[in-house]
């Protein structure tokens, strides 16, 4: 890549850096006993990044079970003011049960813990897990290791997917999982939505994430026989 093109993406990324985390923090100040969880989650991330995956043993291992690639674990994440306002519109409440499947670090569920809901978030490695569940926990929410693919939605009122680096065959794997859940369930997907039958498309909508602004789906679980 030529210097002057580096330099513009280097100055972009920074610029976006400033920008979501300013609007985290003038969010969070509404809710200060998520500041302390998220300054320490900050302070991690900066000492290790979340954007980088070392092919160890244990990844290769994980990602040979859960049949992925390693190109699938590169990806962004989502502020919290971004994710705050999409479960406003999304209908998420006090009593509601948000999933994030492919939770990374957890920034997703402290907007749900902004918004009173229960959350709890599914990650396949084990070293974002390991940095971050015991942040999540001051905060009220969970934060597991495990196989989205695989994942016990029962409970879920909504379920929040960030898979802009996931491939088709994946993706196709987690919309069978989605599958198992209540009729009435929202889905949220970023980048794409859910293709195939069972879930009525209900809003699009264009959100500011940490590599850009990106398209963002709402979607409804449909009762068996309501919709193809």
């Given at each position: ?80 003011h ?26 997703v ?20 897990v390991?940095?971050?569940s015991?942040l ?8 597991r ?6 994942a ?19 993706r ?57």
């Open positions: 890549m030529p210097f002057p093109q580096m330099l513009a993406v280097r100055v972009w990324s920074v610029l976006l850096e400033v920008i979501t985390r300013l609007g985290d923090l003038l969010v969070l100040v509404l809710r200060p006993r998520l500041v302390p969880p998220y300054l320490s989650l900050w302070l991690r991330e900066a000492l290790a990044s979340p954007y980088r995956a070392r092919r160890s043993f244990d990844v290769v291992r994980v990602l040979h079970a859960s049949q992925q690639h390693f190109r699938e674990l590169i990806y962004g994440e989502t502020p919290i971004t994710a705050v306002w999409l479960f406003k519109k999304a209908g998420l409440t006090s009593s509601s049960q948000l999933v994030d499947l492919g939770a990374g670090r957890g920034r569920l402290l907007a749900a813990r902004w918004m009173g809901a229960r959350a709890r978030g599914i990650e396949l490695l084990e070293q974002h390991t940095l971050a015991g999540a926990r001051r905060a009220g929410a969970e934060l290791q495990g196989d989205a693919t695989q016990d939605l029962g409970d879920a009122t909504h379920v929040f997917i960030n898979w802009t680096a996931l491939s088709p065959e994946t196709e794997r987690i919309v069978e999982r989605l599958r198992t859940c209540r009729p009435g369930t929202r889905v949220l997907t970023v980048t794409r939505p859910v293709e195939g039958p069972g879930f009525t498309l209900l809003s699009r909508h264009s959100l500011l994430f940490t590599w850009g602004v990106e398209h963002v789906w709402i979607h409804e679980r449909c009762a068996p026989g309501d919709a193809l």
